[in-house]
C-alpha cells in the first residue's frame, strides 16, 4: 500500500479494497519500524489516528465520506495541534500542547484526513538541512549521509521513504519546493494568502506560506482543494473562491509560453542539473509548449533582500518568548531580567539566536532605514520583475535548487553558504507568488528538482504543468532503496 500514491489510495478506499484502520495501521506500523533511522517525525500519533481511521470508515459506511475519507497524513510540527505537542523542531516549545487546532489542521481532518503524527523541521521554520531541530537532524532517504533538505526535511524525508503517502509543510523562502527537490517529491508552496496561517507558528508573517508535499502533482491538488479557503481568522488570508485544483489536471499544454530567466542558469550552476531542467523542458516542449528566454534583473538581490526582511520579523514574532506564559523557562532565576535572559538563550538554538540578533540589529534605531526599508524597497523591485515577465509568458521554470542533496554537516559552520542553498526559491517568497518542484532526475543516486513558477492565484497552472509532466515521464515514481517493502 505505501507504494501507492494518494489519489491511488483514495480509489482503493473507495473500491473497498482496504479499509481506512487497515491503512493507518500499514503506515504507523513503517513509521514506527523505519523512522528511528530518519528521524523525520517528532510525535507519532498512533491512538488517535486509529480513532479517526474508525470514525472514517464509519462515515464511509453512512455514505457520507469526505474527499479525503481514510487518507493518513502527517503535519509538519509548525502547525498547532489540539492536545499534541507543537514545538516548531524547538526546546523553546518542547512542552507545549497546544489547546486548539490550526485552521489546515481543521481543515483536512474535516476532510476525512488521518493524521499519523508530527514531523521533525528547523528550530522555528530557520534553516535549509533539517539540521537545527532540538531533536536531531534528518536524514535523506537516497543517502542517510546526506540532509533532506530544509525547514520542512521531516515531511519530505517521510513522504519520500513512503513512510506517509502526503504531509503538509510550510514555505518562507524555499521550505517546501528545496526538500521537495532534494528528496524526490512533489512540494507546492500556493499565492501569499490563499492557505490560512492561523495557527500556524509564526516565523516572518509576510512570507510564510502553508502547503502540500506528496508523490505527484495530483495529489498535491487533492490536498490544496481541502486546505486553501478564507479564514477570518487570518487577515492576511484572501477572500476568493477555492478552484477545484483537479479539474484542469489533464489539459494539454498546447500554446503554453514558458519563460526561462537567464539569472537561473548561471554559468556556476552543476552542468549536471542544467542538464536535467533542459530535458524536462524538452518534454514540454513536446507537448505543445513554448519556450521564452526572460530576465529578472532583480532577482540577484533576493537573498540579501530576504536575510534581512525575515530575521527583522522573526525577531518581533520570537519575542513573545519570554519563559513567562507558556514554554520553556529556566531553574531557579535569580529574578524576573535573569529569567527573561536564560528562558531565551536556554531555549532557543544557534541559527535561530543568530537570526533574532541580525532582524533585532536592522530594526534598531538608526539602521532600520539603512537595511530594512531598502531591503522592502529591493522586494518590490524584485516583485515587479515577475509582473513584467507575467505579459509575456505563462508560467516561469528554472532548476529548484543549485545542487544535490549535500553531506550532514558540510555547511553547518558557514551560514552564508547555507543561505545560498535557497538562491532560486526566495524571489518568490519575496513576490507572494505560487509556484511547486517537480522530480525531473537522478543524478549518482540523488534526485533533481525542476521549479514551476505560476502568476497569483494561479495554483491549477502550475499544477497542470507538472502532472502532464508526470504523465509522460516516471521519475516522480522513482523511490529511494530505504525501507524497501518492510
Known amino acids: 500500500m505505501h507504494r501507492k500514491t494518494l489519489t491511488e489510495l483514495q ?3 473507495a473500491r473497498g479494497d482496504y479499509s481506512a484502520r487497515e491503512l493507518a495501521e500499514h503506515f504507523i506500523k ?32 453512512r455514505g457520507e465520506a469526505g474527499p479525503l475519507n481514510g487518507l493518513p497524513i502527517a503535519h509538519k510540527d509548525i502547525f498547532c495541534t489540539r492536545g499534541v505537542r507543537t514545538s516548531c523542531g524547538s526546546r523553546m516549545l518542547d512542552n ?10 481543521e481543515k483536512l481532518q474535516a476532510g476525512g484526513a488521518v493524521v499519523l503524527g508530527k514531523t521533525n523541521m528547523d528550530e522555528f521554520a530557520m534553516g535549509s538541512s533539517n539540521e537545527t531541530s532540538y531533536y536531531g537532524p534528518v536524514k535523506n532517504p537516497w543517502d542517510l549521509t546526506r540532509v533532506p533538505g530544509g525547514s520542512s526535511g521531516g515531511s519530505a524525508a517521510a513522504v519520500a521513504a513512503r513512510l506517509v503517502p502526503a504531509a503538509t509543510g510550510t514555505d518562507t523562502g524555499g521550505s517546501i519546493r528545496q526538500p521537495a527537490a532534494l528528496t524526490g517529491i512533489t512540494g507546492l508552496k500556493p499565492t501569499y494568502g490563499r492557505v490560512s496561517r492561523w495557527g500556524m507558528i509564526a516565523f516572518a508573517s509576510s512570507l510564510d506560506q502553508a502547503g502540500p508535499m506528496a508523490t505527484s502533482a495530483a495529489d498535491c491538488a487533492l490536498l490544496l482543494s481541502a486546505m486553501a479557503g478564507h479564514d477570518p481568522r487570518d487577515s492576511t488570508c484572501v477572500d476568493r473562491p477555492v478552484d477545484n485544483y483537479s479539474a484542469d489536471l489533464d489539459k494539454p499544454l498546447t500554446g503554453l509560453r514558458i519563460g526561462l530567466p537567464k539569472e537561473f542558469f548561471p554559468a556556476t550552476l552543476d552542468g549536471r542539473i542544467a542538464d536535467s531542467t533542459h530535458a524536462a523542458l524538452r518534454e514540454l516542449e513536446k507537448q505543445g509548449a513554448t519556450l521564452v528566454d526572460i530576465s529578472l534583473p532583480s532577482v540577484d538581490l533576493s537573498v540579501p533582500a530576504y536575510y534581512v526582511i525575515a530575521p527583522a520579523e522573526a525577531s518581533s514574532n520570537l519575542s513573545r518568548f519570554d519563559g513567562v506564559r507558556y514554554g520553556y ?18 531555549g532557543f538554538g544557534a541559527e535561530v539566536k543568530r537570526r533574532i540578533l541580525v532582524g533585532t540589529y536592522a530594526l534598531s534605531h538608526g539602521y532600520y532605514d539603512a537595511y530594512y526599508l531598502k531591503a522592502q524597497k529591493v522586494r518590490r523591485l524584485i516583485s515587479d520583475d515577475f509582473v513584467r515577465a507575467f505579459e509575456q509568458v505563462d508560467v516561469i521554470m528554472g532548476p529548484t535548487s543549485p545542487e544535490l542533496a549535500f553531506g550532514l554537516g558540510a555547511k553547518s559552520d558557514d551560514p552564508v553558504t547555507m543561505y545560498m542553498a535557497d538562491v532560486f526559491t526566495i524571489a518568490v517568497n519575496l513576490a507572494g507568488l505560487p509556484a511547486l518542484s517537480m522530480p525531473a532526475g537522478v543524478i549518482d543516486g540523488l534526485p533533481v528538482g525542476v521549479q514551476v513558477i505560476g502568476n497569483y492565484f494561479r495554483e491549477g497552472q502550475i499544477l497542470n504543468v507538472a502532472h502532464r509532466f508526470q504523465q509522460a515521464t516516471d521519475w516522480h515514481q522513482q523511490q529511494p532503496a530505504f525501507g524497501g517493502d518492510a
Do not use: H
Request: aromatic share 6%; proline share 5%; hydrophobic share 40%.
Open 329 to 346: 523557562r529556566c531553574n531557579d532565576p535569580q529574578d524576573l531580567e535573569d529569567m527573561f535572559k536564560r528562558s531565551r538563550s536556554e
Open 30 to 61: 513503517r513509521i514506527q519500524s523505519l523512522d528511528p533511522e530518519l528521524n523525520s517525525f517528532i510525535s507519532i500519533t498512533a491512538e488517535q489516528a486509529l480513532a479517526q481511521a474508525d470514525a472514517a470508515d464509519a462515515a464511509r459506511a
Open 11 to 13: 480509489a482503493g478506499l
Open 96 to 105: 507545549f500542547n497546544a489547546p486548539y487546532d490550526a485552521t489546515v489542521v
